[in-house]
């Protein structure tokens, strides 16, 4: 994708569908999300007058991050950002060589302090604003998904037993206090496991990949 537009990325590396749909949560009035990460000319983040980092759209739902700082926020084990490297093959809609070599680096990016803050602080906040059983459902997912990327390294972006987040969100909807357990007892869990991944992240091979695409898009895109 190549674009002069200043409401679109310039060349997208990566993109794929996240959110319900991915996680086997969708109904018939679930939007479908998009994720990816895009490319600049390395010139144009050195001026005054620098690109914008992030875009949002709406109707279709699609956010891209520029590659260097979707790097920073994968680095913090951003969830819904970090599922896009752990997504099933059929739901990638555009992968290029870089694209790739950062969905084989994915591993480099996680940190075991960093995963545990992200996906507990990201279900907390569902907590806070529950409302909805949609809320109760990405609650349940967070701390499901980040017990078992803190504990095994790996990422299940696709939910096995899809039936008992919609039950969960319905019940939990009804009895706030049983969501409120669900974290407290997630929290437990996470402080009684030791982790699979490592102290920190191996940034060192998550810098090489960015300079990768720095050279490639050094004076313009090819």
């Given at each position: 994708?190549?674009?002069?537009?200043?409401?679109?990325?310039?060349?997208?590396?990566?993109?794929?569908?996240?959110?319900?749909?991915?996680?086997?949560?969708?109904?018939?009035?679930?939007?479908?999300?998009?994720?990816?990460?895009?490319?600049?000319?390395?010139?144009?983040?050195?001026?005054?007058?620098?690109?914008?980092?992030?875009?949002?759209?709406?109707?279709?739902?699609?956010?891209?991050?520029?590659?260097?700082?979707?790097?920073?926020?994968?680095?913090?084990?951003?969830?819904?950002?970090?599922?896009?490297?752990?997504?099933?093959?059929?739901?990638?809609?555009?992968?290029?060589?870089?694209?790739?070599?950062?969905?084989?680096?994915?591993?480099?990016?996680?940190?075991?302090?960093?995963?545990?803050?992200?996906?507990?602080?990201?279900?907390?906040?569902?907590?806070?604003?529950?409302?909805?059983?949609?809320?109760?459902?990405?609650?349940?997912?967070?701390?499901?998904?980040?017990?078992?990327?803190?504990?095994?390294?790996?990422?299940?972006?696709?939910?096995?037993?899809?039936?008992?987040?919609?039950?969960?969100?319905?019940?939990?909807?009804?009895?706030?206090?049983?969501?409120?357990?669900?974290?407290?007892?997630?929290?437990?869990?996470?402080?009684?496991?030791?982790?699979?991944?490592?102290?920190?992240?191996?940034?060192?091979?998550?810098?090489?990949?960015l300079f990768r695409v720095r050279n490639a898009f050094w004076l313009s895109q090819p």
């Amino acid at each position: 994708m190549e674009s002069s537009n200043d409401n679109e990325p310039g060349t997208v590396l990566l993109a794929g569908v996240v959110g319900s749909t991915a996680h086997g949560l969708a109904g018939p009035e679930s939007d479908v999300d998009s994720m990816g990460v895009f490319a600049v000319p390395t010139m144009s983040l050195l001026g005054l007058d620098t690109p914008a980092l992030s875009r949002v759209s709406v109707h279709p739902d699609v956010t891209m991050h520029e590659a260097g700082k979707a790097a920073r926020l994968l680095l913090t084990a951003n969830p819904t950002l970090t599922e896009l490297l752990w997504l099933p093959e059929e739901l990638y809609e555009q992968r290029t060589p870089l694209g790739n070599e950062l969905v084989e680096i994915r591993s480099a990016f996680l940190s075991a302090a960093r995963v545990r803050d992200a996906y507990l602080g990201y279900a907390s906040q569902q907590l806070r604003k529950l409302r909805t059983a949609k809320h109760a459902r990405h609650l349940k997912r967070l701390v499901d998904q980040g017990f078992a990327l803190y504990a095994t390294g790996a990422l299940t972006v696709r939910l096995t037993d899809p039936a008992s987040y919609l039950e969960f969100g319905e019940r939990a909807i009804a009895d706030p206090d049983s969501a409120r357990r669900l974290l407290a007892d997630a929290q437990a869990r996470f402080d009684r496991t030791r982790s699979a991944l490592p102290v920190e992240p191996d940034r060192g091979r998550v810098q090489d990949w960015l300079f990768r695409v720095r050279n490639a898009f050094w004076l313009s895109q090819p």
